[in-house]
């Protein structure tokens, strides 16, 4: 099993096992037992659905401290369009670029103007008909996490570009070069994040071996001083190179309509991205080139990280938008291939081989099958496992007992009184 690094983390003390979140988890990677739970690293696609359940508040996401940019000879921020959505009454991004810089940084680069370069590229690969449709957008880790796991059979349908982060990071990078004469190594590139798996992604891409990213800050952790420094701005500097395609990532929908064509879909909330990829698999979903998927819901202005009601800040984001220009970012003699993946997305079949020999493996999926359907059905959860079939593995794994089953339990004490009446 391989090493696996989540920006979701449980803290033990303060889960009471109330199992509010194993059944909320996409990817059946909670089990509750000893009145704790506990993360299968293998399985969490850090989406943040149990942060937002957990009534005793034991789930949480690291990120990155400001003071870390201190590592670095200098420093570029790079803040996602879903920070423009943060801040009440702001008309012009400018002053959350400079107070940026206010707070530390020497130098901002906008990832919505990345976002235009993107959307750019894949109108152009569509056109030139280099990928198999429908497409499915990539920039949501979570989702592509969710396609390796859940859904392998729709790996090729995965745009193979890099995401906005990724693609900005790049630039700014060669940029800062450029402007410092400094080593790459000396320079630090931060994303403003709204979520943890885009703070996972840096650490595991999914899509390259290593990230061009030096670390993510949440947007909540550097909200309070960057609204303090934004009400004390002495002069405003002149920054944003964003238009209106590039701001409009922060919210669902804005990646698809960048499309600029009518055959898109746009789904946000991870029970509906999992029902779009099911009609997807299932073939029921015809007649769409482009699909974008965000697995929280509003788009990337509902992740955990933020401090905003996400359809505030989707209002906001539209109201930021009428003022822009369409786009303000191209291509131009950029090379596409740059912006490329280089390494292909396949499936994780280990995460569920029952055993490494083939005979004993399908030993155990035999007795699996069997333990399960011996199982009530209820899939209540009361044994620490989702689902009474993820009990059954997890039997077969070694890893709890048929006993831990409460119904399974109830009928083994009633048949020892039944045994035990008959024989008084
Ligand atoms: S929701 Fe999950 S993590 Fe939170 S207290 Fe309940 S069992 Fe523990
Ligand atoms: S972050 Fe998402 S995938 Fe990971 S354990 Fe929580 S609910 Fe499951």
Same mark, same amino acid.
């Given at each position: 099993m391989?090493? &696996? ?5 449980? #803290? ?18 909670? =089990? ?10 293998d ?11 957990? !009534? ?7 990120? +990155? ?16 369009? /879903?920070?423009?959505?943060?801040? +009440?009454?702001?008309? #012009? ?20 103007? $990345? ?5 750019? /590229? ?6 030139? #008909?280099?990928?198999?449709? !429908? ?10 996490? @969710? ?5 392998p059979?729709?790996?090729? #349908?995965?745009?193979?570009?890099? $995401? ?31 979520? !943890? ?58 990646? $698809? ?28 979903? =015809? ?6 998927? +965000? ?20 209002? =906001?984001?539209?109201?930021? =938008?009428? &003022? ?23 499936f994780d079949a280990d995460i569920f081989r029952l055993d490494e020999d083939i005979i004993k493996a399908m030993e155990m999926m035999n007795r699996m099958e069997a333990i399960c359907a011996g @199982? ?13 079939r993820a009990?059954a593995e997890d039997i077969v794994r070694g890893k709890t007992?048929e ?13 020892? &009184?039944?045994?035990?009446? +008959?024989?008084?």
């Amino acid at each position: 099993m391989g090493n &696996y690094f989540h920006s979701v983390e449980l #803290n033990a003390d303060m889960c009471c096992g109330c199992t509010n979140c194993l059944k909320r988890c996409p990817t059946e990677a909670i =089990r509750v037992h000893g009145g704790k739970a506990k993360i299968l690293a293998d399985r969490c696609i850090d989406c943040g659905e149990c942060i937002r359940i957990c !009534p005793h508040h034991a789930k949480s996401a690291v990120s +990155n401290k400001i003071e870390e940019i201190e590592k670095f000879r200098y420093t570029v921020a790079i803040p996602a369009p /879903a920070l423009f959505g943060q801040f +009440n009454g702001l008309d #012009n991004i400018d002053y959350v670029l400079t107070g940026l810089k206010k707070i530390g940084f020497d130098h901002v680069f906008e990832v919505s103007r $990345a976002a235009e370069l993107v959307s750019e /590229a894949t109108r152009r690969l569509i056109k030139e #008909n280099r990928l198999k449709k !429908p497409i499915i957008s990539s920039a949501c880790p979570s989702v592509v996490k @969710l396609i390796k796991i859940r859904f392998p059979d729709l790996c090729d #349908n995965v745009l193979p570009l890099l $995401a906005p982060i990724e693609v900005a990071a790049k630039i700014a990078r060669r940029e800062a070069i450029e402007r410092t004469g400094l080593d790459a190594k000396d320079i630090g590139v931060f994303f403003i994040t709204p979520c !943890p798996a885009k703070v996972t992604e840096i650490h595991s891409p999914n899509y390259a071996e290593k990230s061009e990213v030096d670390g993510a800050i949440a947007i909540s952790k550097i909200y309070p001083d960057l609204a303090h420094a934004m009400d004390h701005l002495e002069e405003v500097e002149s920054i944003a190179q964003s238009g209106l395609l590039g701001i409009g990532w922060a919210t669902s929908g804005g990646e $698809a309509a960048a499309m600029l064509g009518d055959k898109y879909l746009a789904a946000d909330g991870i029970e509906n991205v999992i029902r779009v990829l099911e009609g997807l698999e299932d073939e029921h979903i =015809r007649g769409v080139d482009f699909i974008e998927l +965000n697995a929280c819901s509003g788009g990337c202005v509902g992740g955990v990280l933020t401090v905003e009601n996400p359809y505030v800040a989707q209002a =906001r984001i539209h109201n930021l =938008r009428k &003022y822009l220009p369409v786009s303000l970012n191209h291509i131009g003699d950029r090379s596409l291939e740059d912006m490329m993946w280089t390494e292909e997305l396949t499936f994780d079949a280990d995460i569920f081989r029952l055993d490494e020999d083939i005979i004993k493996a399908m030993e155990m999926m035999n007795r699996m099958e069997a333990i399960c359907a011996g @199982l009530p059905g209820l899939d209540c959860g009361s044994c620490g496992a989702p689902t009474c079939r993820a009990m059954a593995e997890d039997i077969v794994r070694g890893k709890t007992k048929e006993t831990d089953c409460i119904h399974k339990l109830k009928a083994k004490i009633q048949n020892v &009184y039944d045994q035990l009446k +008959n024989t008084i």
